[in-house]
């Protein structure tokens, strides 16, 4: 793997912020609690109309980590001013993604509050018009050339779908009303749904975090200690989670993490965690098995000269492809789309790489499609069963026009070169001051010469290699089988982070190994 090494000279924390284009560093280093300017007056008005006269209010949300954040914090704001407000997540296999005519037919409401979605759903908002329906948008999906005929739009990609509901929801309710309940599930749908942790997202998550970590909210509760949480980090969110949310919306009905999120019986919320515990085991395992599938079936199709994979297949579960296209991007390192092959209609998963909009290139055929909605780095679109060869010939055409080979060269972005011995815990305390790394934020990558003192491998069949280097622990994930290629003695580069263990109470600085160049 190529690194790029951005900076070397100054005091590393100048360095870091540097190399972040952070310009007001005391603001980022002492995040502002969270504001953020959005329309809101017209929305807020048509809500606290429907409030006042009693009026029906769907929430209606999605089935991922987002939606269903999205959907509880707009469902509990409602339900705190006695407004007649029900929560609605759509089924998969049933109504489809985001607001739909098949959606609204099973609905009886006078208002429609759509969240993380609808921002492309123009046939579906025109149905609700003529039903003399009114629908306010919360959405953060790139917008489509036509916007729906809505009541109201709140939309804005600097944000996810909760974060807006936050603020709407600061909005609604009263000034001596709680809002860190809020901001927990904000917080969660930020970093699940890979916001740039920078901005008012950077101030979402730490005050987010803070709360998480006291949070009395019987679901999340129940949820941290069937996952085995003792304290709440990005990483935790992100990987631990996020996909036990994620997990039901995937493979069954997001309702279930709805409810925990939102009931208070603590009986009932130990049963849901199980659940969705459960159902995130399901769903592994489903990945898993279709990711192999999608691999062989990639390795034996891809070409030399291809710069996109475009794959489908009739056992490919809808609520799984697009995990199965972010496995293909992490072997392949290029866009990836899985398509969920229907009888007549099936549903595609798109994610991509750096410099390669996926949403625009996706549109670039929307003659071809049904429907069509994302970000630059992840989309999705509903074809017609007949229509896929035609759409994969076109697409893999632009890709070929779009695409350089120097795009397809997987890089290791690295802050700068450091001596090991210029590691210490003033180092690691400064690095802390930049917390939380994420998407915008990534945490400091170093690059350091040494020599090998031991290695050996641990885990299951050796899968990680661990190292001693000049006289600092070393641990290298998945990287198990390089053992064969490095010897004790030998000097090496290594590109890393710097990471506290504290395993069996001690405390002790460790370098998480992400690349090794050897001779």
């Known amino acids: ?40 007056v017209k929305a807020i008005a048509r809500i606290k109309k429907a409030i006042k006269n009693e009026e029906k209010i769907v929430v ?39 607001l739909s005519i098949e959606g609204i037919k099973s609905l009886e409401a006078k208002l429609i509050i759509v969240v993380d979605s609808g921002i492309v759903a123009n046939a579906a908002v025109d149905y609700a018009n003529k039903l003399g329906i009114d629908v306010i948008i919360l959405d953060h999906h790139e917008k489509p050339r036509k916007l729906p005929k809505a009541f109201a739009i709140i939309h804005t990609t600097e944000l996810c779908a909760s974060g807006i509901a936050y603020f709407v929801a600061r909005s609604l309710v009263t000034r001596t009303y709680n809002l860190e309940p809020f901001l927990e599930l904000a917080t969660i749908a930020t970093i699940t749904d890979l916001m740039p942790l920078t901005g008012v997202n950077r101030s979402i998550v730490k005050y987010g975090l803070e709360a998480l970590n006291k949070t009395t909210r019987p679901g999340l509760k129940a949820l941290f200690e069937i996952a085995g949480i003792e304290h ?67 390795n034996y199709q891809l070409k030399a000269n291809e710069s996109l994979i475009v794959i489908s297949h009739e056992s490919y579960h809808q609520g799984v492809i697009g995990l199965i296209a972010g496995k293909l991007v992490e072997k392949y390192y290029r866009p990836a789309i899985v398509i969920a092959k229907g009888e007549t209609v099936s549903k595609a998963s798109a994610r991509s790489i750096a410099g390669f909009n996926i949403i625009e290139a996706i549109r670039a055929f929307e003659n071809l499609l049904i429907n069509a909605g994302g970000h630059p780095m992840a989309a999705g679109f509903t074809i017609e069963t007949a229509q896929i060869e035609n759409f994969k010939l076109k697409i893999e055409n632009l890709a070929r026009d779009k695409i350089s080979e120097e795009m397809l060269q997987k890089t ?10 210029a590691i210490n815990m003033n180092l690691y305390d400064d690095l802390a001051r930049l917390a939380p790394f994420g998407i ?15 290695l050996r491998t641990v885990g299951a069949d050796g899968k990680h290699l661990k190292l001693a280097v000049d006289g600092f622990d070393a641990i290298a994930f998945n990287q198990g089988p390089l053992a064969a290629k490095l010897k004790v003695g030998q000097e090496i580069s290594l590109a890393y982070c710097l990471a506290l263990d504290t395993f069996n109470g001690n405390h002790k600085l460790q370098l998480k190994i992400k690349d090794i160049h050897y001779d």
């Open 412 to 421: 290791l972005r690295v802050d700068c070169r450091l001596d090991l011995q």
């Open 60 to 98: 209606y949300g999605d089935y991922d980590a987002d939606g269903i954040c999205a959907t509880a914090i707009m469902w509990e704001a409602l339900n705190s001013l006695g407004a007649k407000a029900l929560p609605f997540i759509p089924q998969r296999e049933k109504e489809g993604y985001g």
């Open 1 to 40: 793997m190529k690194w790029n090494i951005l900076n070397s000279k100054g005091k590393i924390l100048d360095i870091l912020l540097t190399n972040r284009k952070i310009k007001n560093k005391n603001e980022f280093l002492n995040p502002p609690f969270p504001e953020f300017k959005l329309p809101l």
């Open 440 to 454: 915008g934020n990534p945490e400091p990558v170093f690059a350091s010469q040494g020599t090998i003192q031991n």
């Open 232 to 298: 709440v980090g990005p990483y935790e969110v992100g990987y631990l989670i996020g996909p036990r949310l994620n997990a039901s919306g995937r493979i069954e009905s997001g309702l279930s993490a709805l409810r925990l999120l939102c009931t208070k019986n603590a009986d009932k919320t130990r049963q849901l965690a199980t659940l969705l515990n459960k159902t995130n085991k399901d769903r592994q395992t489903m990945v898993e098995e279709q990711t192999q599938h999608a691999l062989q079936a990639t």
